[in-house]
Structure formats: C-alpha cells, structure tokens
C-alpha cells in the first residue's frame, strides 16, 4: 500500500497480477496492478513500514533496500535521473506470499508526474480508472 503525504494523501494499493490475468508482454511475477509512479529528477523520501511482519522494500536498480518492520518507521530517499520502468521484490522472507510481493515504479517527467497526481487527488483510484 502507497500513500503519497505530501499530496493529499492519495493513496492506493499495489498488487502482483496473477499468472493467468497477465498480458503477453507482461512479466510473470513482477508486474503489478497499480505502478508507483514518481518524478524524475526529484530527490525522493520513503517512508516504510509493515502491519504484519518484516518486509524488505527493495528495488536493486536504484540501490535502494529498506525493512518494513511492524511499530517502526523507516527512512531512506533516491535520486532517479531518467524515465522507466524499476521493478523490484519483497527481500526479507515473510511468509507464504514473500515470492508474489513485487514492486514497480514507474519514473516519468515532473510535469506528468503532476498531471497524474493531480487526476488522483480527492479521488479513490476506483473512481480515477
Ligand atoms: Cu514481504 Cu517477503
């Protein structure tokens, strides 16, 4: 689950589209529903934690691994400085699910960026689609 402080809170969940919902040119186990989708060339701040048990929010293109862990708030922050996909996995083993928790961010340039939070803002991502 996603939510974007600084803007109105919008918010939304992210899940992993099953093998038999996916595209054919999507990728198995790593494509998601909803994509996270950031600014380029914008220093970002992430704040992570977990209502259950530890994750690990992970996405090795961007150097970036932090722990969601249950009653902490974790920090960390990246620079991405081109548009793109960067997928990555849950990598703290956390149960049944720990292999279909992936994440994708979906980088794309500010002004998009505000276009597409602005069409979210006051709205569930129900309403949106
Ligand atoms: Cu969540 Cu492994």
Same mark, same amino acid.
């Given at each position: 689950?996603?939510?974007?402080?600084?803007?109105?809170?919008?918010?939304?969940? *992210?899940?992993? =589209? #099953?093998?038999?919902?996916?595209?054919? /040119? %999507?990728?198995?186990?790593?494509?998601?529903?909803?994509?996270?989708?950031?600014?380029?060339?914008?220093?970002?701040?992430?704040?992570?934690?977990?209502?259950?048990?530890?994750? *690990?929010?992970? =996405? #090795?293109?961007?150097?970036?691994?932090? /722990? %969601?862990?249950?009653?902490?708030?974790?920090?960390?922050?990246?620079?991405?400085?081109?548009?793109?996909?960067?997928?990555?996995?849950?990598?703290?083993?956390?149960?049944?699910?720990?292999?279909?928790? #992936?994440?994708?961010?979906?980088?794309?340039?500010?002004?998009?960026?505000?276009?597409?939070?602005?069409?979210?803002?006051?709205?569930?991502?129900?309403?949106?689609?």
């Amino acid at each position: 689950s996603y939510e974007y402080s600084d803007f109105n809170n919008v918010e939304f969940d *992210s899940y992993m =589209i #099953p093998t038999n919902e996916i595209s054919i /040119d %999507g990728f198995r186990l790593l494509d998601v529903d909803n994509r996270i989708v950031l600014p380029m060339n914008s220093q970002i701040r992430i704040l992570v934690t977990a209502a259950d048990v530890i994750h *690990s929010w992970t =996405i #090795p293109a961007l150097g970036v691994k932090v /722990d %969601g862990t249950p009653g902490r708030l974790n920090q960390t922050n990246f620079f991405i400085n081109r548009p793109g996909l960067f997928y990555g996995q849950c990598s703290e083993i956390c149960g049944a699910n720990h292999s279909f928790m #992936p994440i994708v961010i979906e980088s794309v340039p500010v002004n998009y960026f505000i276009k597409w939070i602005s069409n979210n803002v006051n709205s569930s991502l129900d309403d949106w689609k």
